[in-house]
């Protein structure tokens, strides 16, 4: 089966920048993708790492190190409006593919 | 363009009661379906997936059942709810035949076994 892990909880200040971790265990392992959920609402797909490196979308740049099944988020000039869960989630299997999610990493953005 | 719809919103059931929760996509032709439920402060746990009509792949054991009556129709059922069956239950797709990296996800039913 498939294990990730994240911290359960990032505190940051408005502007600064903060990078949220994703460890994982999974074998047929195809990539990594990182989700944003609000309070009360449904994820919302950010990106997705296939090969090693960074991918650099707007605020949001995702990193992916496959030898070390080590995958991080990081965004910068931090918003209020940030503040929400990001789930990091693995793309994994043999034949079928399927995303395994984390428990989620609750960012609170303060003034 | 696609999308996808998810009702009800929110769904107070007592136990030993049935569920059935549906969800459409629209603007797209064979989609990949899953149905997630999120526990309060939790990850999100697969809990079955279709790659087609008729074709439906459990991940866990438990009460509940799935449904792929359409092509772009997904149902959740259960025949009695338990108390353990509260949660926030998703649906999501994606598109058939490429590497699926990204799920689309309804706006969810956040269901309360009372």
């Known amino acids: 089966g498939q294990s990730l892990e994240q911290p359960s909880e990032v505190t940051a200040v408005e502007g600064a920048i903060v990078q949220i971790n994703c460890t994982y265990q999974?074998?047929?392992?195809?990539?990594l993708s990182w989700y944003q959920q609000h309070d009360g609402g449904a994820p919302t797909f950010l990106s997705y790492n296939a090969l090693d490196g960074l991918e650099e979308t707007g605020r949001f740049s995702s990193f992916l190190s496959r030898s070390d099944s080590y995958g991080y988020l990081l965004l910068q000039e931090l918003q209020m409006k940030d503040s929400a869960s990001y789930f990091c989630a693995v793309l994994a299997g043999r034949g079928y593919q399927k995303v395994t999610f984390g428990i989620g990493t609750k960012l609170q953005v303060i003034p | 363009s696609q999308t996808i719809h998810q009702w009800p919103a929110t769904l107070v059931q007592p136990v030993g009661s049935p569920l059935s929760l549906e969800c459409t996509v629209e603007g797209t032709s064979n989609p990949n379906l899953y149905w997630y439920r999120q526990a309060a402060g939790r990850g999100l746990q697969l809990l079955f997936y279709?790659?087609?009509?008729?074709?439906i792949s459990s991940e866990v054991p438990q009460n509940l059942s799935a449904s792929r009556p359409q092509d772009r129709q997904f149902i959740l059922s259960s025949k009695k709810l338990l108390l353990s069956d509260s949660g926030f239950y998703l649906c999501?797709?994606?598109?058939?035949?490429?590497?699926?990296?990204?799920?689309?996800f309804g706006s969810g039913t956040r269901l309360t076994v009372v």
């Open positions: 279709s790659v087609g009509i008729g074709q």
């Open positions: 999974t074998s047929g392992f195809y990539g």
């Open positions: 999501a797709w994606s598109p058939a035949g490429t590497v699926n990296y990204g799920y689309t």
